[in-house]
């Protein structure tokens, strides 16, 4: 057939759509004509739920961190396929909240089948888990399809409590997000809890002779100490923030500047002349009139960190359940 301008034209026109498509972004109400219910369906399903768990809001936060530091936002950490599944990687050791985002995906496919993707269900879970937190409220740019691969050998990079601050900014650096983001998202730990596993070595073999990290309040050592003793049960849990730990707020901040930090990567912070910058600015005295807002600031910083290597549309599939790929 012979190539005529009208020909050329038309297919030009075709790959300029084949590319928009699978080059698309985000956007905020993705599903407003596909799926009108999407969002509200979620809210309910995790509000339902919250009500006999109420450290659910901290583990879908923490789900959403843990699926879009492996291959992006994309739904493979909640895929069952054996031993290999990237859930069973240590550096996801203790994350949860996949049956409630298996109960919104089956309400979501009862309405609207083969739709809403599970890895957007993850991320507004998270958003909803922050409202229930008495966080700040915030559109979630939807859109992300999930992937097709799960496997934990991806997950060895993830960050972990043992980390120093060079390797956490590196860590977060490969992901495109800085220092200031760093901070934003660490304090996500304000709400939730963590095992004395995770605490052994910064209480009892920090130091050499078997000296805890001399960065801790010795107030605060007591308490830890007295709440995970040596050799006592490693499966105890404690609030990550020492004060208000079931409020989504800015104390966590607070509680690194002054020693109260539990896990050993948040009082990093305190130790990085960057990382501590950022943390001053959110809790100065003038902060509250002239500094820079926590909680605007978080926003940003989990929205961006929602865009990680996303697959978006012809890329990825729409998973019928989360746990299995189609």
């Known amino acids: ?35 009108p219910q ?63 985002v298996e109960a919104a995906k089956a309400e979501l496919e009862a309405v609207c089948p083969g739709v809403v993707s599970c890895s957007d269900i993850v991320a507004l879970a998270a958003r909803d888990a922050i409202r229930l937190a008495n966080g700040p409220a915030y559109d979630v740019p939807t859109g992300r399809r999930d992937g097709r691969v799960s496997n934990m050998s991806l997950a060895k990079d993830m960050p972990e409590v043992s980390d120093s601050i060079e390797i956490l900014k590196a860590k977060f650096m490969q992901k495109g997000l800085e220092a200031k983001e760093l901070v ?36 605060f050592l007591q308490e830890l100490t ?40 948040d009082a990093g912070l305190y130790e990085d002349v960057t990382t501590r910058q950022v943390v001053n600015s959110y809790t100065g005295f003038l902060n509250p009139f002239f500094g820079p807002s926590f909680e605007s600031d978080f926003v940003k910083a989990i929205v961006k960190m929602g865009k990680i290597d996303v697959k978006t549309g012809s890329q990825g599939e729409i998973r019928r359940f989360c746990s299995a790929f189609n």
């Open 226 to 265: 007295t709440r995970c003793p040596r050799n006592g049960d490693v499966n105890t849990r404690i609030p990550m923030d020492r004060f208000s730990g079931r409020l989504f707020d800015k104390q966590i901040l607070q509680n690194i500047k002054d020693g109260f930090a539990v896990l050993q990567t």
């Open 1 to 35: 057939m012979a190539w005529t301008k009208a020909n050329v034209s038309l297919a030009l026109s075709l790959v300029m759509v084949f590319l928009g498509a699978s080059l698309a972004d985000l956007s905020v109400g993705f599903y407003s004509n596909t799926c």
């Open 38 to 100: 999407a969002e509200s369906i979620v809210n309910r399903v995790v509000s339902g739920a919250a009500l006999s768990n109420p450290n659910l809001p901290a583990i879908l936060l923490r789900l959403h961190f843990h699926d879009c530091f492996v291959e992006g936002c994309d739904g493979s950490i909640l895929v069952n396929n054996g031993a290999i599944s990237e859930k069973n990687a240590f550096g996801h050791e203790g994350v949860g909240g996949f049956e409630t």
């Open 184 to 219: 934003l998202l660490s304090a996500a730990h304000t709400i939730g809890t963590t095992a004395c596993f995770f605490m052994t070595k910064r209480l009892y073999d920090f130091l050499p002779g078997g000296q805890p990290d001399p960065t801790i309040s010795p107030v």
